[in-house]
């Protein structure tokens, strides 16, 4: 089954403690991207990568970083979480070189105390 | 000013009813359009492109106007399971990002 995979899908910590969110697909795409999403705000693309070795900034990168080391895999790294990063975070990933759409991971809550 | 705005609503409806939602995008080279659709905090996940020509998909149909850098997303017939935030989602020329909008909120009511 096709699919992008996040995990954890739930996760509460304390502010300082690094963290890292999984994301995986199984489509081979080359395009993979992280979003989060906060009340009246909708999704803001924090990262995205177009390929292997290949990452970029989205509209709100920071205290975030990510690494793009195989096609498949696209972690999201929060070196030292504060409360403002409290958050419902997606990953997504599609083809790239055209009008593709994208496919979203089920989601990962994340509490920050 | 933000790149995508959508009236938050809530829209609420009896079922039947017919629904339009609007969605506003500020650059003017955007090159690709969607409507995705998401319940309750759970993954987007697309409802349908919007091509330049309108396309229609069942009950629902999605309009393109570039010269007033708006589109639209038009449900016929709703029923209960319409219900949901429908998030409108525009890219720049190179596909390198998206935007979204923050999404309408759809009630269809027995």
């Known amino acids: 089954e096709a699919q992008v995979t996040q995990n954890p899908r739930y996760l509460i910590t304390v502010t300082g403690k690094k963290l890292t969110v999984t994301c995986s697909q199984n489509?081979?795409?080359?395009?993979m991207s992280w979003y989060r999403q906060d009340p009246g705000l909708g999704l803001r693309q924090i990262y995205y990568?177009?390929?292997?070795?290949?990452?970029d900034k989205g509209d709100v990168p920071e205290g975030y970083k990510v690494s793009r080391k195989e096609k498949r895999n696209f972690p999201l790294i929060l070196e030292s979480p504060s409360p403002n990063q409290t958050s419902l975070y997606f990953c997504?990933?599609?083809?790239?070189?055209?009008?593709?759409?994208?496919?979203f991971g089920p989601g990962t809550r994340l509490l920050v105390l | 000013r933000k790149e995508v705005e959508q009236d938050p609503g809530p829209f609420n409806v009896p079922e039947g009813a017919t629904v339009a939602f609007n969605c506003t995008y500020s650059?003017?080279?955007?090159?690709?359009f969607f409507w995705y659709r998401q319940d309750c905090r759970k993954e987007p996940k697309l409802l349908m492109s919007v091509y330049s020509s309108g396309n229609e998909d069942g009950r629902f149909t999605a309009q393109l106007n570039r010269a007033s850098q708006y589109i639209s997303l038009l449900i016929r017939d709703s029923k209960l399971s319409d219900s949901a935030t429908y998030l409108c989602?525009?890219?720049?020329?190179?596909?390198?990002?998206?935007?979204f909008g923050s999404g309408t909120k759809l009630n269809v009511k027995p």
């Open positions: 990568s177009m390929n292997v070795e290949v990452t």
């Open positions: 489509m081979n795409h080359e395009y």
């Open positions: 650059n003017s080279a955007s090159q690709s």
């Open positions: 989602v525009v890219t720049p020329p190179n596909f390198n990002k998206f935007y």
């Open positions: 997504a990933s599609r083809e790239t070189g055209g009008e593709e759409t994208q496919y």
